[in-house]
């Protein structure tokens, strides 16, 4: 049985062993310069490092206590819940009818695209993320929760349903030919345009808690994250609940540190690292989701 098909509590016991050499290897590592975030109009991009870490509920807990004292609370959390560095997240991941995307196959499977909701906030985020090794690309749109059903619109250029996604990407881009685009000045078109190119459905509502944290340094703005509390099942709908009572949770008491940072990992990272245990790994939320669902 390889790791990725034991138990979380047991892969997190296996992951314990020899850590303390990836994680000097970790702190001393230099990441492409490039990796820089950027705005632009109702659209944001961010190009950024993310590492994860699988944690146990006590050693979450000694981590929470080292962040309070030295970082800030995340804007993000005191929007969704005011007064508090921990608030509810809500998100609603997209495949094709095949789960190419859990699955890891052809061109759906390179980019996750979802739908994500704070707390009890009446908008709702479009976002797309694709990672290479540790470098992950974002890009986001806020909408209304009464837009949602113009993601159902079917688009006006009909090539985009069968044209590889590649060459729909350049038409998206280009747009129609006419100086126009191929769609309305929705904010939300391009990750519209992107879902139809790639026949994405709804598949998936996940659930969790986040502690969040952030902080700004010599090379530049940093985030701390642990999530917990993870449940979800398979949803079919256009659908962002914001809470979530049937489902039991999956990951028991493994809870998943992130540090995401830009270009070179700041120096209270790497002080982190030298002080405490922590196991370097992968982790998906909806491939989690779904295999306790047993869906696949």
């Not at 944001?44 to 929470?64: G, N, P």
């Not at 970082?71 to 608030?87: C, F, H, K, R």
């Not at 009909?158 to 998206?172: F, G, S, T």
Request: charged share 25%; proline share 5%; with cysteine.
């Amino acid at each position: 049985m390889t790791s990725q098909t034991l138990p979380l509590r047991s892969r997190y016991e296996s992951l314990q062993h020899d850590n303390s050499t990836m994680n000097n290897e970790l702190a001393q590592q230099v990441l492409p310069q490039q990796a820089q975030p950027c705005f632009q109009s109702s659209v944001r991009a961010d190009k950024r490092i993310e590492l994860k870490f699988m944690i146990d509920s006590v050693l979450a807990e000694q981590l929470r206590t080292w962040a309070r004292c030295r970082l800030e609370i995340d804007t993000q959390a005191s929007a969704a819940e005011p007064g508090n560095d921990v608030y509810r997240v809500s998100t609603l991941y997209l495949d094709t009818v095949n789960l190419d995307l859990f699955y890891r196959k052809g061109d759906a499977s390179r980019t996750k695209h979802r739908l994500r909701r704070y707390g009890n906030e009446p908008q709702i985020w479009l976002e797309t993320k694709k990672k290479i090794k540790s470098v992950v690309q974002k890009r986001r749109t806020r909408i209304d929760d009464s837009e949602l059903d113009q993601l159902r619109i079917t688009p006006r250029v009909a090539q985009l349903d069968d044209a590889p996604c590649a060459v729909a990407e350049r038409e998206i881009q280009q747009g129609d030919g006419t100086g126009g685009h191929a769609w309305s000045d929705w904010s939300g078109d391009w990750f519209r345009q992107r879902i139809a190119a790639r026949k994405l459905v709804p598949s998936a509502i996940v659930y969790y808690e986040r502690f969040a944290r952030v902080g700004d340094s010599s090379c530049g703005p940093l985030r701390f994250t642990i999530d917990r509390g993870l449940t979800g099942h398979p949803l079919h709908a256009w659908s962002v609940p914001a809470s979530d009572s049937k489902s039991p949770a999956k990951s028991g008491d493994v809870e998943i540190l992130e540090l995401k940072f830009h270009s070179i990992m700041p120096p209270i990272f790497k002080e982190l690292l030298a002080r405490f245990p922590l196991v370097a790994t992968g982790f998906s939320k909806y491939r989690t989701c779904l295999k306790h669902s047993q869906v696949c």
